[in-house]
């Protein structure tokens, strides 16, 4: 099992900026994925940043070149900078890793920007 707690979120003006963490209660050493998700209303959850534990990252389109993944090893988090912000990035953020043989989510953290 693993624990994720969010935190982080809030509202903020249009162009403003936020950082999401999420503290894992296991090494993230050991986890393979790690990811930050969003839903909005009315939509599909979709992922907006990903990192591999190999490094590798993965952004979506809309978020490219405004948010950055990141982990800390020492605090077993994992952060989401996010820059430059727009009405459009309104939505519940969720931690996501997979660990072992599942998935596990985190409670989601509300982030509104405002125009």
């Known amino acids: 099992q693993v624990q994720l707690v969010e935190s982080g979120g809030g509202l903020v003006q249009a162009g403003g900026s936020l950082r999401l963490s999420c503290a894992a209660s296991?090494?993230?050493?050991?986890?393979?994925?790690m990811g930050w998700y969003r839903q909005a209303p009315g939509k599909q959850r979709e992922l907006v940043a990903s990192?591999?534990?190999?490094?590798?990252?993965n952004y979506a389109d809309s978020v490219k070149g405004r948010y950055t993944i990141s982990r800390d090893y020492a605090k077993n988090t994992v952060f989401l900078q996010m820059n430059s912000l727009k009405p459009e990035d309104t939505a519940v953020y969720y931690c996501?890793?997979?660990?072992?043989?599942?998935?596990?989510w985190g409670q989601g953290i509300q982030v509104t920007v405002s125009s």
């Open positions: 296991v090494r993230i050493s050991f986890i393979n994925f």
């Open positions: 996501n890793v997979f660990y072992g043989s599942s998935y596990y």
């Open positions: 990192v591999t534990d190999g490094g590798r990252t």
